[in-house]
């Protein structure tokens, strides 16, 4: 009781991040259809939410999801007879995966980051500087 929660209405953005938050993790849990499944790494919006809000994911065993091993940011699976270990897993170390994720955020996926590394390899293959044009 009070562990579950049904709505039929979409969560605003501060109520779904809250909830995300709250809980120990998140699945990602994909089947392979074809390419845009299989190649789609950082682009799980489910995935990089529960990471951005300190909750460790537990991922499909796909290699564009392998940084979720690499960074110690959740548990890729191959099976799901390996989910209930992967929780065991998290669970008992709660705070490590929380501090991986937060870490993983700040230094490899922060807006900072990717927008500044997008400004130079714009400017190396344009010669244009983006960064004179918004300042």
Known sequence: PGKIFWSDEPLSEPDLNSLVAFCLGSFALYRNMGPNIEHMGFSSGKLMRSIARGRPVITSNFSSLSFVTEH?????VNHPAEIA??????????DFYSKQCLNFCKHFVSFENAWDKFCYQLREATQFNLNQLIS
């Not at 110690?72 to 890729?76: L, R």
Request: charged share 25%; net charge positive; aromatic share 0%.
């Open 85 to 94: 270990e992967a929780l065991k897993k998290i669970s008992l170390n709660k």
């Open 72 to 76: 110690q940011v959740g548990i890729q």
